[in-house]
């Protein structure tokens, strides 16, 4: 059973940091693709970052390239996404998601989600 747990959510000022991480469980991060979505108040969700290590390819949507960091541990399973100079914009339910191939760009056909973790950055 493919299972996604996720942790790191919390509430920052604008201008801080906060570290995502997500422990994937049911397969290995040699076969699939794995990244970040969020869901904004009111908005649809939308791809931050994807990461397929098998593929050495890396994708950050342009509101949050230079600021953050996807990064994989695969002895551990694990994906993780360093936050750096947080926006108010930033806040959101952040996702962890992972599929086969994975599409950051649309929210669609993406099979596995985590639950989500609350990130709140106050101005």
């Known amino acids: 059973e493919v299972q996604l747990v996720e942790s790191g959510g919390g509430l920052v000022q604008a201008g801080g940091s906060l570290r995502l991480s997500c422990a994937a469980f049911?397969?290995?991060?040699?076969?699939?693709?794995i990244g970040w979505f969020r869901q904004a108040p009111g908005k649809d969700r939308e791809g931050v970052s994807c990461?397929?290590?098998?593929?050495?390819?890396?994708f950050y949507d342009y509101s949050v390239k230079g600021r953050f960091t996807i990064s994989t541990d695969n002895a551990k399973n694990a994906v993780y996404l360093q936050m750096n100079n947080l926006k108010p914009e930033d806040t959101a339910v952040y996702y962890c998601?992972?599929?086969?191939?994975?599409?950051?760009?649309?929210?669609?056909?993406?099979?596995?989600w985590g639950q989500g973790t609350q990130v709140t950055v106050s101005s």
């Open positions: 998601v992972a599929d086969l191939l994975l599409d950051c760009g649309s929210s669609e056909s993406i099979r596995y």
């Open positions: 049911g397969f290995t991060l040699d076969d699939y693709a």
């Open positions: 990461i397929s290590t098998s593929a050495g390819a890396t």
